[in-house]
């Protein structure tokens, strides 16, 4: 309906309007320039923090799952006391011996010990009590010496396993497999040394300095009621569902539950904390997304406000316009465009600046967001907001100016 | 006078209009008759014309002239189609403008009319060239070879050595010929100027007045709104208007403008 020359003429004033103002176009689109940039900082972390959480579920492994005491929801305090609750070793063993659909199961419970070897001395270390399913469970194996075996275990021996940063922290020789050391004042012999993993869950363990002990010999140097985690595998991921059935029908009829009876106990597969996870991003997605709105709201009052300072400005301009042939549509279709290329430009400005900001996040150290990255849909959403925003706000001032009488244009002074 | 009756004679092509005659021609270029306008401020009324008829032919250079407040300014606003009448009727070509919507009406301004402004209304941060090419961004089409079209009416107003200047580097005069060049690039019917020399000084008002005869002279209708009996005597005919009605309309040699017309010969000669 225009013809070319009018397009290129539309876009090329535009710009030349915008470098003309420099500083009054910067200063109005600096609502959509924040906007956008906060948006994409925000989403680029989420992104970088998701793809975190996803990894190190994945190395975890999709099979796994977790058993914990857990009080039943409206129930009063006093019907369900912590101790009564608590998982026990009992139990722990009934899942090995009778589940089926279980590969390897394991309790873990941690107990603070003063370590030393020689002069050396780390106080408080965390000294985990597992069985030799932990090996499976945890897919951890030995680098040098042997992991843990039943008969360690059943016997009660007093040996250990230790990481590769224990040994730099006790001082030890780099094949410590015989040496002994004290651990809460006994004497420990190192039976082998385990891989080191990855950080376990946002450096739950403070001191990467990791030491493994029988489950049986930990129990004993525990208080009568002592706190245990439960990790295990399913044969598979797909068995998980029919799994965890058997796990808590195994787990109730320990503890006695009749039917109907609420659970005192919870179990859960690692795929369901992924699903919770999956859907807390994709809210706070939402709210971010939310926060893009307000401020493109509040930008959009400014793109609006200078456009109509634009239209008054030109208003002998727009006359001219309409004097040599320009419709109504024209003008509108002018002033509409010219609004539309500066929210562009603001979410162009905004979309660099956030992306410097994404690059910011991934140097931060400790925060885990070295992932952090802007996705393309990202990149999209807020070019097609920022236009939105332009042809919403750009509308009232551009249908102002191709309303104006053209006679009276051209007399305004 | 003696000057521009020979050019006339000698140059103008197509049927001869002999302004004393008041020939009357079967199609003329503008037809107006009864032409009323009525404006609302507030509560009052203001008749600006009153049933005004008149009747312009093809290559014709007239001068309407008017005190303020004569409806002058609200017959060039009618004549270039910048506004509609109350009552009446306007054929431009024959064509009835008088009842046409906004965005024929920006159609018709495109094609057939060109404007000329007292105070040039040139776009500041736009070259001579990008200037004078404005009406073809609105065009309907044709507008392939534009920039040959662009100089080739700079070059006809005596600027194409200024083509990439932009107005605040250009003089008074200058402007004004860029503003000309703006309005003959169409090809316009008519080239309607509002007090063209209102803004220069009185050796420019010559050259650019010289400029209009020129154009005048090479084909082109031109009409121009004045109150300045020395730029009226530039043209062939004059039209008085008071009260929102035709006063007189004569040949230029008729009217009290007329007396001028030694002088403009004296110049054309000096110059």
Not at chain 1, 240 to 269: I, K, S, Y
Not at chain 1, 286 to 292: D, E, P, R, S
Not at chain 2, 40 to 61: F, K, P, S
Request: charged residues 20%; hydrophobic residues 45%.
């Amino acid at each position: 309906m225009m013809n070319p020359l009018f397009w290129l003429q539309a876009i090329s004033l535009a710009f030349s309007q915008i470098w003309a103002n420099k500083s009054r176009a910067f200063l109005t689109a600096l609502g959509i320039i924040v906007g956008v940039a906060s948006t994409t900082a925000v989403i680029a972390a989420l992104t970088g923090l998701k793809a975190k959480v996803l990894d190190e579920f994945e190395s975890v492994g999709a099979s796994k799952f977790f058993v914990f005491p857990d009080r039943p929801d409206n129930a009063p305090r006093n019907m369900y006391p912590w101790e009564k609750i608590l998982i026990k070793t009992a139990e722990v063993e009934a899942i090995r011996d009778e589940c089926t659909l279980v590969k390897a199961v394991t309790p873990i419970t941690e107990v603070g010990l003063d370590v030393e070897s020689g002069d050396k001395r780390i106080e408080g270390i965390t000294i985990s009590g597992i069985w030799p399913e932990w090996h499976d469970v945890q897919n951890r194996f030995v680098q040098e010496g042997r992991p843990f075996s039943s008969i360690d275990v059943e016997s009660e021996r007093q040996v250990c396993l230790i990481n590769a940063d224990a040994i730099v922290e006790l001082d030890l020789p780099s094949n410590p497999v015989g040496v002994a050391i004290l651990i809460g004042g006994r004497r420990f012999m190192i039976v082998g040394v385990v891989e080191t993993t990855q950080a376990r869950f946002f450096g739950m363990n403070t001191s990467s300095a990791e030491i493994f002990i029988p489950f049986s010999v930990a129990e004993k140097m525990q208080d009568r009621n002592f706190f245990m985690r439960v990790e295990g595998l399913f044969v598979s991921p797909e068995t998980a569902v029919e799994g965890e059935d058997e796990v808590r029908f195994v787990l109730r009829r320990m503890r006695g539950l009749g039917p109907g009876e609420p659970q005192t106990f919870q179990v859960a597969a690692i795929d369901k904390f992924i699903e919770q996870f999956k859907a807390l991003a994709a809210g706070i997605t939402a709210i971010a997304g939310g926060i893009v709105g307000i401020s493109l709201l509040v930008g959009g009052i400014g793109i609006m406000n200078i456009m109509l300072v634009s239209v008054s400005e030109r208003t002998r301009e727009i006359g001219l316009r309409k004097a040599v042939g320009a419709t109504p549509m024209a003008i509108l279709l002018q002033f509409l465009l010219e609004a539309v290329t500066l929210c562009l430009v603001g979410g162009f400005v905004g979309i660099a600046f956030g992306r410097l900001a994404a690059f910011g996040l991934t140097k931060i150290p400790g925060a885990q967001l070295d992932q952090a990255d802007i996705p393309f849909w990202a990149v999209a959403l807020s070019f097609v907001f920022s236009a939105v925003t332009g042809v919403v706000f750009g509308m009232f001032p551009a249908i102002k100016a191709s309303r104006l009488d053209p006679i009276e244009a051209l007399r305004h002074e | 006078m003696l000057r521009q009756g020979r050019r006339m004679g000698d140059e103008r092509p197509g049927p001869a209009v002999n302004p004393a005659a008041r020939v009357v021609e079967p199609l003329p270029l503008i037809d107006v008759r009864a032409l009323e306008k009525i404006y609302r401020v507030g509560v009052e009324t203001i008749h600006a014309l009153r049933g005004l008829d008149l009747t312009i032919g093809r290559n014709e250079m007239v001068a309407i002239m008017g005190s303020s407040g004569s409806g002058k300014s609200t017959l060039m606003n009618m004549l270039g189609c910048l506004d509609r009448p109350t009552s009446g009727v306007y054929l431009l070509n024959g064509r009835d403008v008088s009842r046409m919507g906004a965005k024929e009406l920006a159609q018709v301004r495109n094609e057939e009319i060109g404007f000329v402004f007292q105070s040039f209304e040139l776009l500041p941060r736009q070259t001579a060239l990008e200037n004078v090419e404005l009406p073809l961004i609105y065009a309907q089409g044709g507008w392939r070879g534009r920039r040959q079209r662009a100089l080739a009416a700079l070059d006809r107003v005596g600027l194409a050595d200024r083509v990439h200047h932009r107005p605040n580097q250009l003089s008074g005069g200058q402007r004004q010929r860029v503003a000309i060049a703006r309005a003959i690039l169409n090809r316009p019917s008519i080239l309607l100027a509002d007090e063209p020399t209102g803004n220069l000084d009185s050796a420019t008002t010559i050259e650019i007045l010289a400029l209009f005869r020129q154009i005048h002279t090479e084909g082109q209708t031109v009409i121009i709104v004045t109150h300045e009996d020395e730029v009226a005597a530039h043209c062939q005919r004059v039209v008085r208007l008071r009260d929102g009605r035709v006063l007189s309309d004569v040949p230029v040699a008729e009217d009290i403008a007329g007396r001028h017309l030694d002088m403009i010969a004296a110049r054309g000669t000096a110059s």
